[in-house]
Structures are given as structure tokens and as C-alpha cells.
């Protein structure tokens, strides 16, 4: 379990950061695993040359989701469109550390398939986007 | 430790019955399978009764004029009249092999909801539907026009019966279904109450028997419901067969399900002449070694007696429920009181997503099922998105309620703010 709920991931997910929407925001989406119920809102700012100028989101669920939020979504500040669009599913896992069933890994990968979404469209989970 | 409700079983040679039960999840960490909602263990009788037909007597059913066939039809029929005994039905006629619960309650949709509602008609049923019993009604709605209305429950877990009564007075219910137990709540429903008003009102009933069949005896002469659903793989049985009890006379009247062989009695190329019940509704090779299996797992079941199934659950149930009671921030869903309720006890914790409690549970050995169970309308009804549900058998131990009581406050440890 020390391996599951490392104390990085409690500490996202006792103090998240950047919480809380953007208003006005250039990107602003949301979305629901509905397995889980766990749901993630996320709103940025770009500045004019898409760039990352700012974040902000809402969200509940569990531990590892809220965590992976928290985590990805403050990255992302000065960072270009295209630098976004890199981020894989790797990265979120490397960025956890941990290992995680087929179930877990969709709650884990929901913050940055609503990142995807709202900044691409691209509506596939992360991982998936080939099948 | 002195518990409230003794239980009648010899909990330690019935879980020698069950291979699985001897297993470790992890090096040192033995299993605690408190998923039974979602599908019990199987018995080694039962196992071993499916090898032995695919050892010595596999052959299709009701074709062959050779011994081997002659041999497997006596089994699966036979396994027929086992269960119209099991469940006190008045003929092996009314018992209609399917896949599950939810193929059951989707027959009578597509034959007798077909066939018999239209627009203005209501089909009445419940916030505590597993979504089994409540989306075949709605495509039904969608294909006929009639209209699905549900029953509210009470903050307590239980069926408004005030409502449900109002609701069958005022509206035209043509058809009332309801479960028999809560798969989440653990409810155990007034059925005879509630099919001796929808007969009142002149609707039919159906009964979703999965969670009731395999925890308490089952009388659906009794019960008097028209329609009786339940699946094998809940109670000690494999999984692919399951049941459908109808009332002969209804059955009679109902047009064929699926067609092709076996369902029919004589087929001309302008048209067909329908079999008997119950093979009418039973086109193309059935699940036989399934059927063979569940005919054993009735016999294990009945072996230990349904009653003393029942008494041993309401007091694993007594003492989990008292003991969750203890842990500070932990919320148990539906009837506080054991005795009038299933062996279930869905869990919803102030700062623990049900994902994070059943992944610390598991790391623990303990399985129990976290989400919606199906049962997204009831999740929503007590605003929660979802709970961590441990629910319990003939073979749980008091101790395995310690294990789990133990774990839960791993989590709490893990996760509270
Ligand atoms: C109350 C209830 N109804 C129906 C079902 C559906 O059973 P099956 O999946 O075997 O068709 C279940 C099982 O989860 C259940 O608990």
C-alpha cells in the first residue's frame, strides 16, 4: 500500500492545487468516469502565443484521481499547446510512481483525457486512442 | 467474543467445501471474499459434478436416441425438476432455463411486454432496482409506448409501500416489478404484499429473485408472483444458466422468445408449430453442464438448509453492522436492522472514495465491490456516487468481519484528512 498511496499522491490529494474554475477561460471542460463517478472540471488561460498563463479546476473522486489532477494541471502553467499535446499516458504514470489495475488506471488517466478534450477534442482515453 | 445472534452452521466444514477458500491473495495474505452479491464461490461438488458430464456423458440433449444423450437429458431435465422443487413451483413446466437473472426479466419483456402493453399502460417499479430490472422496461417503453414509473424509497432503505399502494391506485399499471432483495440495501421486500395488490389492481408481477434465491428459502407458490427471475452463479452455481419462473397459464399464452431448434414442435417452411413449456422459450443447445452444476448447487445449499443460510448471514450481518457502527465517519446504506434485511452492507465513508477503500481492502486480501453496483438510480437517491459493498455468505467467518473492520480503519489511517 506505501507503494499505492504514496505521500506525494496523499499530499495532492489532501491539498490539491490550483483549485478552484477560471473565469473567463480559453479552454474550459469537463467530464465524468462514469464507473466511478469521479469528475474533473478544468478551465485555462492562454496567453497570445498559446501558452499556459493559467489554471484552475474542480473536481471530485477518489484519491488517485483527484491526485493526478492536482499533480498534471499545475505542471501545465508556461507551458505551449504543443507541449501539451506531448504528455502520454506514460508521463502520468511516471509522474505517480505507481503501479495500477485496468480500473485504477482510468481513474488516474481522467485528468489528462479531460486536458485532451478540451484542448484537442480528442475524445479517446489516453493510451486508447489507436483502437 | 460473544455475538447477538449465534449462527447454526459449522462454518469451518463448510468452508472446506469451497477449493478457492483455501487460497492466499498474496504470499501470507489469505483471501476474504466478501463479494458475494456479485457471484459466490463455488463448492467442489459442484465442480466436479460439471467435469464429470463432460467426462463421461457429454452429448447435446433431447436428440440423440444413444446412451450418452439419454444420459445428459435425465441430468439437465432432472436438474428442471430440482429447481421447480427448490423454489416450491407447481410444475417443472414453469421453469425456463436462460443465461441469468437479466436474460429472465428480458424474455418477459420481448414475449408477454410485447405482446400485451401499449401506450398509457405503466410498468411499475422501484428506486432499488438493479438496472437489470429497471432497462429492459425502459426499451420496452421505447418500443411500445407504455411508460415506467418508479416507487420511492424511504431514507431508511425501505419500499415506500404508502407511495407504491397510491401509485397502483391512481395510475394504469399494467405491470408491477420489483426485487425481492436489495443488491445494495440489502432490503428484503413485503412481496406478498406487493403482488397480492398489483393482482388487486389487475396488473402482473415480476419478481427479481437474484439476491433473495440464494440468501432465503423461496416459495414462489406463496409469493403468488407471476414472474420469478434468478441466476445460477449467485448461488453456489456456475455462471451461464439461469432461471425464469413463470405461471403456466401466463406461459401458455406468451409468444416464443428466441427461434430455431428445440422450440419448436413441427417446422412446415409456411410456418411452426411451438413446442411445450418450458421449451418453448429454450431454442438452440442449452448450458447443460451449467444446468447440471446448479442442480448440485441446490442440493449443497438445501443440504445445509436455506433457513439456517439465512440465520447464519442475519448474524455475520448483526455483527458487522455493529461493528462498522464503532468506526467514527463510517456510513452504512439501507435497514439497520439485521434480521429484516440481507447480508449486505454497502459503505460510504467521509473522506474515502469506495475505488480507494476496495484498493486498500484488496491490499489487504479483502474483497468487497466499489461503484454503483448497477444501481445508479439508488446511488443517486442517497447522493452519494457510489459505495464500497461488502456482502456475505454461508461460508464468512465473524473473523473475516474482524479483517475487514481492521482494514477499514487502514483506511481511515490512509486517507482521513
Ligand atoms: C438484484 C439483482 N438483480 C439482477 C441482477 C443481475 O444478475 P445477472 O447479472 O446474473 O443477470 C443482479 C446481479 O448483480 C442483482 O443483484
Redesign the pocket.
Known sequence: MDDLYRELILDHYRNPRKKGLLSPADIDYEEDNPVCGDHIHLTIQLDENNVVRDVGWEGEGCAISQASASMLYETLIGKSLDEIRKISKDDILEMLGIELGPVRLKCALLSLKVLKAGAYGLTAWPGEEED | MKHDFETPLDVAAVRADFPVLEREVRPGVPLVYLDN??TSQKPLSVIEAMNDYYRRYNANVHRGIHKLSEEATDAYEGARKRIAQFINAASYREIIYT?????SINLVAWTWGQANLGPGDVILSTEM??H??IVPWQLLARRVGCEVRYVPITEGGELDMEAFHQMLDELPVKLVAV?H???VLGTILPVREIVEAAHAAGAVALV?G??STPHIPVDVQEMDADFFAF?S??MLGPTGI?VLYGKRAILEEMPPFLGGGDMIKRVELGKSEWNDLPWKFEAGTPSIAEAIGLKVAIDYLEGVGMENVHAHEVAITAYALERLAEVPGVRVLGPSDPTRKGGVAAIVMDDAHPHDIAQILDHEGIAVRAGH??AMPLHQRYNVVASARASFYLYNTFEEVDRLIEAIYKVKETLTF
Open positions: 452479491a456479485a443465461r441469468n437473472t437479466t436474460e432496482e438493479h437489470s430490472n426485487t432483495m436489495s443488491n427479481d437474484a439476491q441466476s452463479h449467485k439461469g453496483h448497477c
